[in-house]
């Protein structure tokens, strides 16, 4: 293929926009919350007999974890493989991906493409994937509150533990991809996604143990302080802290001198 | 005509190694090979060329462009290989190949198509099950064919066999005969770079020791060797590098030095000679 023969060469902030826009963030956000409802259809009816509801929520934030990670993982992988979706080759960008995902940095980096470019990239996705947190929040206040409607019991700390555990792998995320430490990107950026796990396992403890009405009072007590984090002001919090986080990070890199691929 | 590839005072900070103040250029038309022991920085230089690694000073410039600031422009003009295959292992390389033609400014399918011809590489095949050499192929094979005017590569002929890396060195001899372009060359194998280098660059223990024309190394330096009781503690001290054997020495020496050596043989040193006795600074005793 000669240079006439081709348009310009691709770069990957046409590459991201070609493929990591709206309309994929979107339908991952829709593939999201179908899921979600979708396990609330089917726990109901076994957790409605029981009146334990609660129960229930920690499949949310396994959901809205399990999404995001997939959320991540998706357009970065698009991006390196859109590529090979326009190559006369057969369609693999997907399995290429996970095949390559271990050699994926090495890789870009002798090919002309910008570190700093990468470096938005990843940034521009966290700030979707922020997005997707917030949607997920709403979705779980708003479940929370459509089973309180209904006279089921709720355990609104589960809602305030999600919203906790989200700012707390966002903050993680967003620390992996400033700081150029290894230790802190491989520490951080793996249990950024572990976070709702730890969380699903939490509140699955706490509703093993609360199993009478003492018991779920006196743990209301003690987590009534998270009530804050729930309803309305749950949503405001992460919202807000998303918001700095996100522009944090934007000022960081745009006053970033010298971003290199970092890798060993 | 300005150089190929500027290094000014470049150093980077590991735990237990550090690159300090290295300083060299590449002239157009050049074959630099870079020498050193394991662990000396070789990779590192490169690494920082390439951007894949940070640096804590120092400028880097490739055909007048930063590395960093205008790092596109700079990787359509450098073509890389590494020791390790860094390509895609689950893909063929006519698919890797397809997609790098869409990456670069320019690309030469013709050229590619006759150089995996004429090397026997198997286009359909997976790039993790072709052998190491053939990987190491590819690799040039997609570094050449973008039209770049500094190749690098680090210890691309490692694990190759005799007639792999004859043909590799024919590659680069050709690649820099319109003395229009270069290429810098890492490599243990002192060997191919006797046959092609034109310039060596030393480094030891992250500093540059040397770094000159392959043809003043002859001019500059001298091997000698004799029986131990040539050694006087004076001319001990004018010693590059010595290793010492039960059945005599042997030494790097400035030819300016020759005179404080008395009855002792002397040959022109070759590039192997420059790495070992620069390491041996300190003097090494073998007990044979």
């Known amino acids: ?264 | 005509m300005s150089n190929i590839l500027n290094i000014e005072n470049l150093s980077k900070n590991y735990k237990d190694f550090s690159l300090d103040s290295v300083s060299f250029s590449i002239e157009p038309g050049t074959v630099m090979g870079l020498i050193g022991q394991n662990g000396a920085g070789k990779t590192t230089i490169i690494r920082l060329i390439m951007n894949m690694t940070g640096r804590n000073g120092g400028k880097i410039t490739v055909c007048g462009l930063d590395n960093i600031e205008d790092e596109i422009a700079v990787k359509n003009k450098v073509g890389y290989v590494s020791d390790e295959c860094f390509l895609f292992y689950n893909t063929t390389l006519a698919k890797t190949a397809a997609a790098c033609a869409m990456m670069y400014e320019s690309w030469d399918g013709e050229k590619f198509s006759k150089l995996i011809k004429s090397w026997n590489l198997p286009e359909k095949k997976k790039i993790g099950a072709l052998s190491k050499g053939m990987q190491t192929k590819a690799m040039l094979a997609i570094a050449l064919c973008h039209k770049p005017e500094l190749l690098i590569l680090d210890e691309p002929t490692a694990g190759l066999d005799p007639v792999a890396r004859i043909e590799i060195l024919d590659i680069l001899r050709e690649f820099v005969s319109d003395g229009e372009r270069s290429v810098l060359f890492s490599t243990h194998i002192t060997g191919d770079l006797d046959k092609i280098a034109d310039v060596i660059t030393l480094i030891i223990d992250g500093k540059i020791r040397e770094s000159m024309s392959i043809d003043m190394i002859e001019d500059k330096y001298a091997v000698i060797s004799g029986s131990n009781d040539r050694l006087t503690r004076e001319n001990e001290k004018c010693t590059i590098g010595l290793r010492r054997l039960n059945t005599g020495f042997e030494a790097l020496v400035l030819r300016e030095d020759l005179p404080k050596f008395e009855s002792v043989s002397v040959k022109n040193p070759n590039v192997e000679n420059l790495l070992t006795f620069s390491i041996w600074q300190n003097g090494k005793e073998l007990a044979l």
């Not at chain 1, 009534?224 to 309305?232: D, M, P, S």
Request: aromatic letters at 12%.
């Open chain 1, 1 to 264: 293929m000669t240079k006439e023969e081709r348009k310009r060469a691709l770069t990957l902030e046409k590459i991201s926009r070609k493929y990591c826009r709206t309309g994929i963030m979107s339908s991952i956000v829709f593939f999201e919350a179908i899921a979600v409802f979708i396990i609330d259809a089917a726990m109901f009816p076994i957790m409605a007999a029981e009146d334990s509801l609660f129960i229930l929520l920690p499949f949310h934030i396994f959901t809205m974890g399990f999404m995001s990670s997939i959320f991540m993982i998706i357009p970065t992988s698009l991006m390196g493989d859109s590529t090979f979706f326009s190559s006369t080759a057969t369609n693999n960008a997907l399995r290429l991906s996970v095949s390559g995902s271990l050699t994926t940095g090495e890789f870009f980096s002798t090919l002309p493409f910008k570190a700093k470019d990468m470096m938005n990239l990843k940034l521009i996705n966290f700030e979707k994937q922020f997005i997707v947190n917030i949607i997920s929040v709403i979705i779980i206040e708003a479940a929370l509150m459509v089973a309180e409607s209904f006279g089921y019991t709720t355990l609104i700390e589960t809602g305030a533990l999600s919203v906790i555990a989200l700012l707390i792998s966002e903050i993680m995320l967003m620390t992996a991809l400033i700081s150029q430490s290894k230790y802190v990107q491989f520490i951080f950026g793996g249990m950024s996604v572990l976070i709702p796990f730890a969380a699903f396992l939490g509140f699955a403890a706490i509703s093993d143990g609360a199993e009478n009405s003492a018991e779920m009072a006196g743990r209301f007590d003690i987590l009534e302080a998270l009530g804050i984090f729930t309803g309305v002001p749950g949503i405001v919090i992460i919202t807000v802290f998303a918001a700095l986080i996100i522009f944090a990070g934007e000022y960081f890199l745009k006053n970033k001198k010298d971003v290199s691929w970092n890798l060993r």
